[in-house]
């Protein structure tokens, strides 16, 4: 069956560092994957976009990669803030006209002062 | 701009009683899709509805649980005859479109609880 994995252990790092999250999946060709950010009872927000053709997509802080053959994706932020801290989700949708993108569980990242 | 508005955000029931939750989309998106999360787990889709259609609610489970969007007013999830394992947190989101890239925006969700 389908499966995202995303690291279910928190990750803390320090202010200023690079935050890298990973997000792997199995039995899944996605044409698109996204990432989102999700704070403590809030609904997710959107970041960033990537299509299975682009390796890589930059947003001022952040950075996406697409590795299709090592069926993963990383998700960066750069010089990384306490307000960074929340829970990073990815999600993929295949090309059959789907707008049912599948969610991983999220990586919390902690960002420390 | 008014983003996506879900209320109630927080809802109690005890079993056996009825769920109704409201979502009004962001302004002139007609796209509406309706996510369940559990705890430690991500976002399951369950429907997507567009004004007056169900386009696909493969994600939704067959029983007790409908949806609808109609020509005025919110869309509603509706849960009928609530159980405990019906506790968690839904989210809507909206589109202008339906395509792959449409970016979909969330509410802030409805935190279901059944006592």
């Known amino acids: 069956s389908q499966k995202i994995e995303q690291n279910s252990e928190a990750l803390n790092i320090q202010e200023g560092k690079t935050a890298t999250l990973t997000c792997n999946y199995t039995n899944y060709s996605p044409a698109y994957l996204q990432w989102y950010r999700q704070d403590p009872g809030r609904g997710p927000v959107f970041l960033l976009l990537?299509?299975?053709?682009?390796k890589e997509k930059r947003k001022e802080r952040l950075k996406v990669t697409f590795d299709t053959t090592l069926k993963q994706s990383l998700f960066h932020i750069t010089a990384s803030q306490p307000a960074d801290s929340a829970t990073y989700l990815c999600a993929l949708a295949s090309t059959s006209g789907t707008y049912k993108y599948i969610f991983g569980t999220g990586t919390r990242l902690k960002v420390l002062a | 701009n008014a983003g996506v508005m879900q209320n109630p955000r927080h809802l109690v029931r005890r079993r056996g009683q009825e769920a109704r939750l409201r979502c009004s989309p962001m302004k002139g998106h007609s796209h509406v899709y309706w996510y369940r999360q559990l705890p430690e787990e991500g976002l399951k889709f369950m429907v997507y509805l567009q004004k007056e259609n169900i386009i696909d609610e493969s994600g939704m489970p067959k029983e007790r649980f409908s949806a609808e969007f109609p020509k005025e007013g919110p869309s509603i999830l509706r849960i009928q005859q609530v159980v405990r394992g019906d506790s968690a947190a839904y989210f809507c989101?909206?589109?202008?479109?339906?395509?792959?890239?449409?970016?979909?925006?969330f509410g802030p969700g409805t935190r279901l609880t059944v006592l």
């Open positions: 990537i299509r299975e053709n682009e």
């Open positions: 989101a909206s589109s202008p479109g339906r395509g792959n890239t449409d970016t979909q925006y």
